[in-house]
């Protein structure tokens, strides 16, 4: 017996650039992980505290005022529509879901597509279930024995956002192949000035059903919950109900407490509104600096990202940045088409994106 063959975990190969960014005598700026810095909403942090008296074993299926939280907060935040409360299920963070959802399904030997460029468990899912990963461009078809499709609008690494005529025609066709669409959703609380993302079980995607469909949405972004392990799937009854089955089987339960939190943060779109205004003013100051330094920003209109290039190895250009005492991401680590970008992550404190963009202004 061998353990599936994966690749070397990305963030182990920057330990040298982390070194010289670490080294700079006005400390670093990390701009490489998308990991969250601001404080957790009051809201949520109540209800944590409120219900820190759980003893019992929590609900699988997690409580039914979660699960209309959740109904609720799509129909109001991104105009969902066709979801029922038994079809949501809560999960132990989003990453826990992508890296599952191929074995979940049971989908060993069949073909997953994943975007070309992509958050790297897509393809470490599909790898962990004994599937076949395919990189598909977003406007590449797909291949006749998908049975799994990845779709991420935002996208991690780069901000784009898909139209909804875009995501409905992948749908269509998934659906001619009797493939299942999963829609990472992580991103579509922070549409940036002027982008419209679209979820996945809006009706002008799904067409009056969410057959087929799961979204899949973490409250590690929106409402600073990333060391909650919060997050959420929700769409085809018939394939919640399956995940479901599996899970309760395998133990995998969000803690009681997580599970009130979620509710209040999901009841709650002011900290959503605040967090999203947080981040377009990072993008606004961070954006120029590096247009004016000679980068070029593809994308980057919404999420948590920016997506740069100036045309050279993106571990030149990580390098580059790392002198100067900021630590960002090589494109490499999200497929073979980020070989000459790099990705910047606005989640810093404003003192710190003040810092990164004076640093690249100064260049």
């Known amino acids: 017996m061998s353990l599936p063959s994966l690749p070397d975990?990305?963030?182990?190969?920057?330990?040298?650039?982390?070194?010289?960014a670490r080294s700079h005598p006005d400390g670093v700026v990390d701009l490489s992980v998308g990991t969250p810095v601001d404080p957790v909403p009051a809201v949520v942090a109540t209800a944590l505290q409120?219900?820190?008296?759980?003893?019992?074993?929590?609900?699988?299926?997690?409580t039914p005022a979660l699960r209309h939280a959740v109904v609720d907060?799509?129909?109001?935040?991104?105009?969902?529509?066709?979801?029922?409360?038994?079809?949501?299920?809560?999960?132990?963070?989003?990453?826990e879901l992508v890296a599952w959802l191929p074995t979940l399904l049971g989908l060993r030997g069949a073909t997953v597509a994943i975007p070309s460029l992509a958050y790297p468990?897509?393809?470490?899912?599909?790898?962990?279930?004994?599937?076949?990963?395919?990189?598909?461009?977003?406007?590449?078809?797909l291949p006749p024995d998908t049975r799994l499709v990845w779709l991420n609008s935002p996208s991690n690494p780069t901000g784009r956002v898909l139209s909804a005529e875009a995501l409905a025609a992948r749908v269509a066709e998934a659906r001619s192949l009797g493939a299942v669409v999963a829609?990472?959703?992580?991103?579509?609380?922070?549409?940036?000035?002027?982008?419209?993302?679209?979820?996945?079980?809006?009706?002008?995607?799904h067409g009056g059903t969410p057959e087929g469909l799961l979204a899949v949405h973490s409250l590690s972004k929106t409402s600073q919950l990333a060391g909650y392990r919060a997050a959420f799937v929700a769409?085809?009854?018939?394939?919640?109900?399956?995940?479901?089955?599996?899970?309760?089987?395998?133990?995998?339960i969000v803690p009681r407490p997580v599970q009130d939190a979620m509710t209040a943060a999901l009841s709650d779109d002011l900290h959503v509104a605040e967090t999203r205004q947080r981040y377009d003013a990072r993008r606004a100051l961070l954006r120029p600096a590096l247009e004016q330094a000679g980068f070029t920003l593809d994308?980057?209109?919404?999420g948590l990202y920016l997506w740069a290039t100036r045309g050279e190895p993106c571990r030149t250009t990580v390098a580059w940045f790392a002198e100067r005492g900021i630590l960002v991401a090589p494109g490499e680590f999200y497929g073979p088409d980020?070989?000459?970008?790099?990705?910047?992550?606005?989640?810093?404190?404003?003192?710190?994106?003040?810092?990164?963009?004076?640093r690249v202004g100064a260049a």
Request: proline content about 9%; charged content about 20%.
């Open 338 to 358: 980020g070989g000459q970008h790099v990705r910047i992550a606005l989640t810093a404190s404003d003192e710190r994106i003040e810092a990164g963009a004076a």
């Open 235 to 252: 769409g085809d009854p018939a394939l919640v109900t399956g995940l479901l089955a599996v899970r309760k089987h395998a133990g995998m």
């Open 73 to 95: 907060a799509l129909g109001r935040r991104y105009g969902a529509t066709g979801v029922e409360p038994d079809a949501v299920l809560p999960t132990i963070g989003s990453k």
């Open 50 to 62: 409120n219900a820190w008296n759980s003893p019992g074993y929590p609900q699988t299926h997690g």
């Open 299 to 302: 994308h980057s209109e919404a």
């Open 183 to 205: 829609s990472d959703e992580c991103y579509l609380g922070l549409p940036g000035p002027g982008s419209d993302p679209v979820s996945v079980l809006d009706p002008r995607v």
């Open 9 to 20: 975990f990305p963030w182990d190969s920057l330990a040298t650039e982390t070194a010289t």
């Open 121 to 141: 468990t897509y393809e470490v899912g599909a790898l962990l279930a004994g599937a076949h990963p395919v990189r598909v461009p977003d406007d590449g078809s």
